[in-house]
């Protein structure tokens, strides 16, 4: 008798090979058959017509506060995601000092965008350490995690307030050593820098104040383990970018490791950038190295409102100069009608019918709700205005506090894009899962995966798609019990349909602690999601189940 | 010319949702490359140079980047 029989689907098992109809049947929470099962089994999930795949991999996320009341890492599992790798970017909430969490929150306020009630209400600091952070979020997990530990918290437990002012000492450098070690036998699946990001007060994270001594040191450790090392290198600048590469390069060989950067964006603007950092990737793999470009599938979108200045307004030379007064100037010089006209005429003929039409209002602000999704020249045309006046009305009538997002601004050309996400030495990942929260959705990666690059552009094939976001992720960091139906691994699998899968539009939830909006999509075309042989997931609703596990 | 200078400017999506400016620099040995400058930088560096435009940009030092100018 087997727990469950996924019964009857097309298998594509997660190594890239064609898939075939057939069955996955599962045991204790391991896969005991692929193909035609016979036999019975206390739940069967007619899969007729659906494809049956290992459970995707989502290698760059920042879920580390959410999972401690959120163990589905919602709505991640919802997207057929059955494991989350969060910890990036030099950043995890462990080992962390009960003094130091103040500091550590302000950084995660910055990249997650989370209101302070997730930090004060949401949950209980039980722990300082990496094993205890482990046993916090375990007892509720409903999805898989690999969590990395960041460098910037080893940092700032080795060397307080020094963390962000001064290089280490080779004393400190050797306790951070032992700390690092500490975490990877607690579970850590590796280890996150990051040369780029910032805290609350526009400071570097201490991350950024390290010698190469230092991460020399610590990739020695990585090495021990042969875990990961992932960073965020300086995206968009070519040169530098390629400078980390090689950096990374000579850390992988030396000690013999996987790393990995993400982001790598295709821009318009920069146009060879993607192109120049995967050759010197392909460069570096035929020396052996692994250097994995982490790259996301969805285009990305800018949004601004009228209580900051915003670039976005940069080819607009009087917007720049009204909008980058302070507050009450701004506000009077708005609310002037002579300065509205020219600013209008500014915008064309049409009156910004071209240039701003498309914005969309995105709600979850002080947007009025039945305008929250419409685009900014449904509202004109709704009010008898042109759109450049209606954004600046709207803006006023409430208080600047409406948020416009321009749609697809960057990394959007999926012709480009495509035959890049297909190269075998480029990893589909950095989502950002659970960061940005305010800014924009960071959902639904996999399911725009198969309905854009899959589907409508034919970038590969349905196979190759799945194998890119388990298999090869699974190989690339790992994880030796996951990502591939096989006899006797992790029964990690979703049931979907090839035809429909996508992500939702954006939408503005409620439903973070403190009544906190995020934006999210939802998921199309996931029948069930199964972790460790459970459902976790079926028919559009979550289960009671949680076999999640720290899968390291 | 003895410094870089700036040779080109555009608008880039952000990875944070921001709009953010790429300034291209062209350095004395003729070389070139992009620099990427987050919203509040690059709002600073056009009031550094008094621009109003992205065009306003080009041909200005590089030193104008920094917070100092």
Redesign the interface.
Same mark, same amino acid.
């Given at each position: 008798m087997f727990d469950v029989i996924v019964k009857d689907g097309l298998v594509v098992d997660g190594s890239g090979a064609p898939g075939f109809r057939g069955d996955v049947a599962i045991k204790d929470g391991r896969i005991a058959a692929v193909g035609k099962v016979d036999g019975e089994a206390r739940t069967v999930v007619d899969a007729a017509g659906r494809v049956v795949a290992p459970g995707f991999i989502d290698p760059h996320t920042h879920f580390d506060v959410q999972l401690l009341w959120d163990g589905a890492a919602k709505p991640a599992l919802e997207h057929g995601i059955t494991c989350v790798v969060p910890g990036n970017c030099s950043l995890s909430l462990a080992p962390l000092k009960a003094s130091d969490r103040r500091a550590v929150v302000g950084m995660f306020q910055q990249i997650e965008e989370m209101p302070p009630e997730a930090f004060t209400t949401a949950f209980e600091w039980t722990w300082e350490d990496f094993a205890g952070y482990r046993a916090a979020i375990e007892k509720n997990l409903s999805i898989n995690v690999a969590p990395l530990v960041g460098h910037s918290v080893i940092r700032l437990w080795v060397m307080g307030p020094a963390s962000q002012e001064r290089a280490a000492t080779p004393e400190e450098i050797a306790a951070m050593q032992d700390l690092l070690r500490q975490c990877l036998d607690a579970g850590a699946v590796g280890l996150s820098t990051s040369f780029v990001d910032l805290d609350e007060h526009g400071r570097p994270v201490p991350s950024r104040f390290a010698q190469f001594e230092e991460l020399d040191a610590l990739a020695a450790v990585l090495g021990e383990y042969g875990r990961m090392l992932q960073v965020v290198p300086e995206f968009y600048a070519t040169d530098i970018t390629i400078a980390r590469i090689d950096q990374l390069a000579e850390l992988s060989l030396k000690h013999n490791i996987p790393t990995t950067f993400s982001p790598l964006f295709d821009t318009l603007a920069v146009p060879d950038n993607a192109e120049r950092a995967i050759a010197r990737v392909e460069e570096q793999f035929a020396r052996g190295a692994r250097v994995w470009p982490q790259m996301q599938t969805r285009p990305i979108d800018i949004s601004f409102s009228l209580l900051r200045p915003s670039l976005f307004f940069a080819r607009l030379p009087r917007w720049v100069r009204i909008l980058r007064q302070p507050l009450e100037q701004r506000l009077a010089a708005l609310r002037d009608p002579e300065t509205v006209e020219k600013m209008i005429a500014d915008c064309g003929p049409d009156g910004g019918e071209a240039m701003m039409g498309r914005l969309v209002a995105r709600g979850g602000d002080a947007c009025p709700a039945d305008l929250a999704g419409k685009t900014l020249s449904e509202i004109a045309k709704a009010r008898g205005q042109v759109p450049a006046r209606a954004l600046i009305d709207l803006s006023l009538e409430n208080g600047l506090d409406v948020a416009f997002l321009s749609a697809s601004q960057g990394h959007q050309s999926t012709d480009r894009i495509g035959p890049m996400l297909a190269n075998p030495l480029v990893h589909i990942g950095a989502s950002d899962g659970g960061a940005h929260l305010a800014s924009f959705s960071t959902y639904g990666d996999t399911g725009y995966l198969f309905s854009e690059f899959v589907r409508k552009a034919g970038a590969m094939s349905l196979e190759k798609a799945v194998a890119k976001i388990t298999g090869e992720t699974a190989d690339i960091w790992g994880l030796k019990d996951r990502g591939r139906l096989r006899p006797g691994l992790a029964a990690d699998v979703v049931v979907f349909d090839a035809d429909t899968i996508d992500r939702c539009e954006e939408e503005p939830a409620f439903d973070m602690p403190g009544d906190g909006m995020r934006y999210v999509r939802a998921a199309r075309g996931i029948d069930t999601v199964l972790v460790n042989g459970e459902v976790a997931y079926r028919s559009g609703a979550y289960t009671d189940s949680r076999s999640g596990v720290v899968c390291v | 010319m003895d410094e870089a200078v700036i040779v080109g400017a @555009?608008? %880039?999506?952000?990875? @944070? &949702?921001?709009? +953010? $400016? %790429?300034v291209r620099l062209l350095h004395p040995d003729g070389s070139e490359?992009? %620099? $990427?400058l987050d +919203? @509040?930088t &690059? $709002?600073k560096l056009? +009031?550094a140079c008094g621009a109003?435009? $992205?065009e306003d940009l080009y041909g200005q030092s590089w030193r104008l980047i920094m917070p100092q100018g």
């Open positions: - | @555009d608008i %880039v999506a952000g990875h @944070d &949702g921001s709009a +953010e $400016l %790429v490359h992009p %620099v $990427l +919203e @509040d &690059g $709002l056009m +009031e109003s435009s $992205l």
